[in-house]
């Protein structure tokens, strides 16, 4: 056997089979990147012959495992009570880790949110294995090898690192939200429910959850189904106004291009692109936007997308479903007064609907 070959024999992992993914949740409510993971961990468990295995812990929380099993999971593992209310790091990671003994899954996936970095972090370290952090594409090699092809990227964002985890089970990942689609929900969907316990007693957890303070007006562009983005061609700061009604009207939250984080028109947490949010919407407004490629790889699988730019040849066009040509300064307006006008006539018992 040569050098390279030794090196690459890998041990034997047949012991640890399926894709196990971590349900998040606040309150009872799910959030969307765990149906996204569950999505792309369907495609990897088919590829690999595999189950598909969800994780759902809190207090309360039954139905999530049920709608675990709707968005793609084959058998979800629940861990239920008071004291698994709010996320903590010390209960969350016992009950993880003592599945990861127990079942032995061969690919662990979180979400790329606070709770899902923390999570999966102790995780990693106390197994130990490898963990690729923020990863956008997830793919596997079929068997013998069946190895998690974990990308993200990379120095600055100009390069593609994949990354894989050879000699340590399980292998994980975090992945950002909004890059990978959830299965249509299927309510006809059958699956096993396996109860688990807490092994951590409540009185053993270091850390208490005093309160919650929700930050005010916090953007969420990753959970918006509307999003109303705004590129240079807005000219000035002020220009975001006029988006935000818009937005307020449709219940959805600004985007912007990076150039205008770049000038301090509006914060980063707006940003969408490359070095911003991936986003997935049911609908997107590009605004101003030209197109350029690090923009179009945060937006470019949003339902719909409707481009306005003054510019008919902008390459926006090529991603939008509905393009408008023309200064946007007088067709938003337009569009919000349109909006308001349909939602009074809606609320108004008098007007006959079509
Ligand atoms: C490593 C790297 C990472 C990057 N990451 C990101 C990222 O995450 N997100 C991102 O967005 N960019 C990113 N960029 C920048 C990206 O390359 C583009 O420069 C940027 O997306 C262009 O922003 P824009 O479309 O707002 O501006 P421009 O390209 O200047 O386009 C402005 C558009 O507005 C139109 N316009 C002007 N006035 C009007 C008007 N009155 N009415 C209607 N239309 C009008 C113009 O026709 C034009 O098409 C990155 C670049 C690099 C090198």
């Known amino acids: 056997m040569s050098s390279q070959q030794k090196k690459d024999q890998m041990p034997d992992w047949s012991d640890y089979r399926g894709i196990l993914v971590f349900v998040e949740q606040r309150d009872g409510v799910a959030k969307n990147v765990s149906w996204q993971l569950l999505g792309i961990g369907k495609k990897l468990a088919d590829k690999l012959d595999t189950a598909l295995m969800a994780l759902v812990i809190g207090d309360n929380v039954e139905h999530l495992a ?54 999966a972090g102790a995780i990693a370290t ?83 959850v005093l309160d919650f303070i929700e930050k005010k007006n ?72 030209s197109g350029a490629v690090q923009h179009t790889v945060g937006m470019a699988d949003s339902d719909v997308i409707v481009a306005i730019n003054k510019d008919p040849d902008a390459p926006i066009f090529q991603f939008a479903h509905y393009g408008i040509v023309g200064d946007l300064f007088k067709i938003v307006p337009n569009i919000t007064a349109q909006v308001k006008k349909r939602k009074a006539e809606k609320s108004d018992p008098t007007v006959i609907k079509a």
């Open 218 to 289: 916090e953007v969420n562009l990753e959970e918006a189904e509307v999003i109303v983005a705004g590129g240079r061609g807005l000219g000035a700061p002020e220009g975001f106004k006029l988006l935000k009604e818009l937005a307020d009207e449709l219940g959805g939250e600004v985007g912007a291009s990076r150039p205008c984080v770049d000038a301090g028109w509006i914060t980063h947490e707006h940003q969408v692109g490359q070095t911003g949010h991936t986003v997935r919407p049911k609908l997107y407004f590009a605004i101003g936007i």
């Open 66 to 119: 049920n709608e675990a099993i709707y968005h793609g999971a084959d058998k979800v593992y629940l861990c239920e009570g008071p004291e698994l209310k709010d996320y903590r790091t010390q209960p969350y990671s016992r009950i993880t880790l003592k599945l990861i003994e127990d079942a032995k899954p061969e690919i662990c996936l979180f979400g790329a949110t606070g709770t899902g970095r923390d999570l």
């Open 126 to 208: 106390h197994v130990p294995t490898g963990l690729t952090a923020d990863t956008t594409q997830l793919d596997v090699e079929p068997s013998p090898s069946r190895l998690l092809m974990a990308s993200r990227p990379a120095f600055g964002e100009k390069l593609m690192a994949t990354i894989l985890c050879k000699n340590h089970r399980p292998q994980m990942a975090t992945a950002r939200a909004g890059v990978f689609e959830a299965l249509p929900r299927d309510p006809e969907r059958k699956g096993e429910i396996i109860r688990i316990e807490n092994p951590i007693k409540n009185e053993d957890i270091a850390t208490k």
